[in-house]
């Protein structure tokens, strides 16, 4: 399993092209950390369950059970589940509460942005 390490966070902020240097595999893999994470803050349930939504889109993804994801979507939720797994925040995660203030606002604004493709994703998942 490869972890996403500090010099992947700087590449991948350093891009001049926006291109995504991240891996959909290296998320998938990092998932069980992104969920323990994301756990200690269970009064955001909602947000809770889009986030393992999106971790199984991911997953599926990879393991090319699903693979109608836009591309712009694809790098959109990778984006936002490595930012909540990063340990380089804009606000460090070791500030109690405040601390995933912008976690919760990099995934709320990745989640009205790629909505219809998530939705899209669930539907497909309860077909299988």
């Known amino acids: 399993m490869r972890k996403i390490s500090y010099e992947d966070v700087m590449a991948f902020l350093d891009n001049k092209q926006g291109a995504c240097n ?52 694809l790098m959109s939720v990778c984006f936002a589940l490595f930012y909540v797994f990063c340990p380089v925040d804009l606000i460090p995660d070791t500030m109690p509460i405040i601390g995933y203030v912008d976690d919760v606002a990099v995934v709320e604004f990745v989640l009205k942005s790629t909505n219809k493709d998530i939705e899209d994703y669930i539907e497909w998942e309860k077909t299988q």
């Open 22 to 73: 991240i891996k959909p595999s290296a998320i998938a893999d990092d998932s069980d950390e992104i969920m323990r994470k994301i756990n200690l803050i269970d009064e955001f349930s909602n947000l809770i369950q889009n986030i393992k939504n999106m971790i199984k889109m991911i997953k599926a993804y990879c393991s090319k059970r699903y693979t109608k994801i836009p591309k712009q979507t």
